[in-house]
């Protein structure tokens, strides 16, 4: 019983992982090739090929470390690559074109 709890957390594991490598592969293929350009990261090419592997490892290898390395790059196109790419597209920080004090019902101006 013990042996089925564990496969069953691995595999939520397996499928978060893919998700997560198949969500970043997505955003990757959504950005401009320019974008990529301006914001002095490699090319959009190289993030799809090095993302579209770590999908495809998630689907057809199951091994662990092999998988992890693909989860490693997936962070990093989240946490360093996607926000150059949306401060450069002009995305800003919300998506909205917003300033970052903004509230939901505007600007935050520290009860002035």
């Known amino acids: 019983m013990l042996m089925q709890g564990f496969a069953g957390l691995m595999w ?20 401009r090739e320019d974008a ?13 090929i090095i ?5 495809a490892v998630n689907l057809l290898v199951p091994m662990l470390f092999l998988q992890l390395a693909g989860l490693v790059a997936s962070i990093v196109f989240f946490v360093d690559v996607r926000p150059a790419l949306r ?7 919300r998506g909205r074109g917003g300033s970052s004090s903004d509230g939901p019902y505007g600007p935050w101006n520290g009860g002035r």
């Open 87 to 93: 401060q450069v597209s002009g995305g800003g920080g």
């Open 12 to 31: 939520i594991l397996y499928l978060a992982m893919l998700g997560f490598a198949v969500v970043a592969f997505v955003m990757a293929a959504l950005f």
């Open 51 to 55: 993302l579209g592997v770590a999908v």
């Open 36 to 48: 990529y350009r301006a914001a002095s990261k490699n090319n959009k090419g190289f993030w799809l």
